[in-house]
């Protein structure tokens, strides 16, 4: 071969070389504190305990509407970002040792409602409010619990044919009093669990039903344990 066809075979070469080699692109990364999709971030941070699509899991399902109407957005932001102390629910936000931003939080609250807010679902109903009004009465709880909540979770709340125990020293010792009320009102429809209408039929619990069942349960708990 002369030498001038071995150089056009090397000039080939190289420009077949350099149109098949892939050239660089840079691609913009988002820093997690600047992202802003609902999606994601409730996926990343909420569905893990909350469920995916907000259905349920280990914790309430936030897709609820019933809790939706008794908690407002103040609520939801304060408990996403602060957490429940000596409970399961972390903080997360920054300002209480969390990894999201105050804009951050403020999307997840206000995707919650836009995506899973169902006012028309209690429109004709009166839920008992997210807060106690008054002051629960253990005594009298006793006695709500055996009207509405023994059929299924057992006498003296230890279990029975269709729900578990719901005085386990375990289970009280996570969940604040704020929870086992946030729990009676809404139920856990995702677990079978009626809300505060369902439990006797036509006989929807009061307000001052759910304060004295929330404090039977809460003295319950194991000693030194308070909420």
């Known amino acids: 071969m002369s030498c001038r066809a071995i150089l056009l075979a090397a000039a080939l070469a190289a420009t077949m070389a350099c149109g098949t080699r892939e050239t660089p692109v840079e691609s ?27 259905k349920g899991g280990a914790a309430i399902p936030l897709a609820d509407p019933v ?5 407002d957005d103040a609520t939801i932001t304060r408990v996403t970002a602060d957490g429940v102390p000596r409970t399961s629910m972390p903080a997360f936000a920054q300002h209480s040792g969390g990894m ?25 109903a009166s839920p008992p409010p997210y807060k106690a009004e008054n002051p629960g009465d253990a005594t ?16 003296g ?28 009102i809404m139920g856990r429809p ?32 194991p000693e030194g344990v308070a909420r």
């Open 100 to 124: 999201l931003t105050d804009d951050q939080i403020r999307v997840i609250v206000a995707g919650i409602r836009v995506h899973w807010a169902k006012p028309d679902a209690v429109r004709d």
């Open 67 to 71: 809790y939706l109407a008794i908690a």
């Open 190 to 221: 995702d677990m079978g669990a009626p809300d505060w209408r369902g439990n006797v039929a036509g006989k929807p619990m009061s307000p001052q039903d759910v304060s004295d069942v929330v404090a039977w349960l809460a003295a319950q708990r």
């Open 28 to 54: 913009p990364v988002t820093r997690p504190s600047k992202i802003l999709d609902f999606n994601v971030l409730y996926a990343k941070n909420c569905a893990g305990c909350h469920g995916r699509d907000g």
């Open 140 to 155: 009298r709880g006793a006695e709500v619990y055996g009207t509405y909540c023994s059929s299924c979770h057992g006498a």
């Open 157 to 184: 709340g230890k279990g029975g044919q269709k729900a578990s125990s719901i005085v386990d020293g375990s289970y009280l010792t996570l969940a604040s009093d704020q929870g086992l009320r946030t729990t009676v």
